[in-house]
């Protein structure tokens, strides 16, 4: 069985730092993108950051320039560094692996249990 748990999230203050991280365990084969998603109360879950196979970088318009996003396949882990936070900042961060479990035909999404950040002074 595949898992994947979150760490890093916590209360920060306006223009502080912040890194998440995401580690994946269980019977993995492969591991293809990794993204960060995140969902704020009352609003739709969006996604945040990702990272491909081949190295390909996406970042939403909202983070991008503050966020950096990396990820160690030795050791199945997303990380997400994000700088100069704000209050809309705020949001459960989830971390989601697009990857194929060993013995099992087909790849698909697994996601994390989300982790809480709070951009608050």
């Known amino acids: 069985q595949v898992r994947l748990v979150e760490s890093g999230g916590g209360l920060v203050q306006p223009g502080g730092s912040l890194k998440l991280s995401c580690a994946a365990s269980?019977?993995?084969?492969?591991?293809?993108?990794m993204r960060w998603y995140r969902q704020a109360p009352g609003k739709q879950r969006e996604l945040v950051a990702a990272?491909?196979?081949?190295?390909?970088?996406i970042y939403a318009d909202s983070v991008k320039d503050r966020s950096t996003i990396a990820r160690n396949n030795a050791e199945n882990t997303l990380y997400l560094q994000m700088n100069s936070l704000k209050p809309e900042d705020t949001a459960v961060y989830y971390c989601?692996?697009?990857?194929?479990?060993?013995?099992?035909?087909?790849?698909?999404?697994?996601w994390g249990q989300g982790t809480q950040v709070t951009v608050s002074s």
């Open positions: 269980g019977r993995i084969s492969v591991i293809y993108d």
């Open positions: 989601c692996f697009h990857l194929r479990a060993v013995d099992v035909m087909f790849r698909r999404d697994y």
């Open positions: 990272i491909g196979s081949d190295g390909t970088i």
